[in-house]
């Protein structure tokens, strides 16, 4: 099979040939939304750096949360932005948080609509770390007792799917521990399993307040370099009964997703993170891209390399394309 007999043009001749010889796709059912949910009533206020991403209040979480749903997307992630912060993010694992009440005021709302919730502490905490600090750093053991707390109360609260993004050792056990004791065996787990301590998450830490207060996160989230340590991290996650895996950030780490698909048979989940959003929009508003062609590839190669579903801040645009 080689030029001149064989050429492979042939089959991108027409619209209707590329049609039929195409091999990924984008569908709605892959589309999972975040939302910042913020403490407090009648809030509105856009995020400088993520045109179009808003920290809101419950009462338009849950208007946004309908129109998502009504767009066709089956699920939002959320975020919490709490009244108080303190050394052991209680806001977190109070059943009267900020998470556990929109995640009430949704399902009152679109009870059909899937609700995610992100289990960390660094939105909660006030050094903006992801657990408890002893010595000077993130101590392991005792942040998995609080992640077990927070992921409880979010599945009292009626969340569907629990998915820990705060890298302790140990933690898909300690959760799925909790939740199989107090009769919640049928709540899925997504574990951030391979999160990479990346620049990319920057814009996220403005929508979320997230910032470390002090350090960085290198202690508990993997170093961008590495590749088998990647598969290691999974490996763990599997044998502590994760439901699904997560490669973040994703447009970075296209390998990573490729790794995993290949090694694992676990739904693969993509995160499209806060800085590849920011940097598709910067980049369009000042018309050096087209920025929905940008999103539209940008998400079709998250699926090619291996990605069975993406949370992405594009979710609802990307859905009114695919509607047409
Ligand atoms: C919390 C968390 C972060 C993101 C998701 N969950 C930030 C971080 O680890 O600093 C980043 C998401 C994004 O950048 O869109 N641990
Ligand atoms: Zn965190």
Not at 34 to 56: D, L, R, T, V
Not at 182 to 189: L, Q, T
């Amino acid at each position: 099979m080689f030029f001149p007999e064989y050429r492979a043009r042939r089959t991108r001749r027409t619209d209707t040939l590329r049609r039929m010889v195409r091999e990924n796709f984008l569908r709605l059912e892959d589309l999972i939304y975040p939302m910042f949910s913020a403490f407090g009533e009648n809030i509105k206020k856009e995020i400088p750096s993520m045109p179009g991403i808003y920290q809101q209040s419950i009462e338009h979480i849950a208007a946004e949360a309908k129109e998502v749903y009504e767009l066709g997307i089956p699920a939002v992630i959320l975020f919490g932005i709490p009244e108080t912060k303190d050394p052991l993010g209680q806001d977190a694992y109070s059943p009267d948080g900020i998470i556990q009440r929109t995640v009430r005021a949704i399902k009152q709302e679109v009870p059909e609509l899937l609700v995610i919730t992100d289990v960390c502490m660094c939105e909660y905490t006030d050094h903006g770390h992801c657990g408890v600090i002893k010595n000077g750093d993130v101590d392991n053991d005792e942040t998995l007792k609080l992640l077990a707390a927070e992921a409880l109360s979010h599945a009292r609260a009626g969340a569907d799917i629990i998915a820990p993004s705060d890298m302790m050792d140990g933690r898909v056990a300690a959760i799925r521990e909790i939740l199989d004791a107090n009769d919640f065996s049928n709540i899925p787990i997504m574990s951030y399993s391979v999160k990479y301590s990346s620049a990319y998450y920057g814009p996220f830490r403005d929508a979320a307040d997230s910032t470390p207060q002090f350090g960085d996160r290198r202690s508990y989230q993997m170093d961008p370099p590495n590749r088998i340590e990647a598969l290691r991290e999974a490996e763990l996650d599997v044998q502590e009964c994760a439901d699904f895996l997560m490669v973040k950030p994703a447009l970075a780490y296209l390998d990573i997703l490729r790794d995993l698909k290949e090694h694992f048979n676990l739904p693969l989940v993509a995160y499209n993170v806060s800085g590849e959003y920011s940097m598709v929009k910067a980049a369009a508003e000042r018309g050096w891209i087209d920025g929905d062609r940008v999103m539209m590839e940008t998400l079709v190669g998250m699926k090619r390399a291996g990605a069975d579903l993406i949370i992405t801040y594009h979710a609802k645009e990307a859905a009114r394309l695919l509607r047409g």
